[in-house]
């Protein structure tokens, strides 16, 4: 699964690396690969076109047992992207 965000400044990339650094979730850098709960994902952010493009995003056990999704995963992102965003 490929999704991209648009109008992502660094300024919304640094805040939701802040959203998720609180949930104990590291973004280093403007790619890479995230893992935690099983909930995985590659991602990439690029300054000059201001996207961030999240692949190879999968859930599986535990985030699982509790209902957790990809969709749902997508909706939390957008949600804090959102709220980064000011909207």
Do not use: R, W
């Not at 979730?25 to 909930?39: A, V």
């Not at 995985?40 to 000059?48: I, K, M, N, R, V």
């Not at 859930?59 to 992207?81: C, H, Q, R, W, Y």
């Amino acid at each position: 699964m490929t999704k991209q965000f648009d109008q992502i400044s660094p300024t919304v990339f640094d805040c939701l690396a802040a959203k998720l650094k609180g949930q104990g979730i590291e973004m280093t850098g403007h790619s890479g690969y995230l893992s935690k709960n099983g909930i995985s994902l590659d991602y990439a952010f690029s300054p000059e076109n201001q996207t961030l493009t999240i692949e190879n995003l999968e859930v599986g056990f535990p985030a699982s047992m509790i209902g957790m999704n990809t969709d749902k995963v997508i909706d939390i992102l957008e949600k804090a992207i959102s709220d980064c965003q000011g909207n």
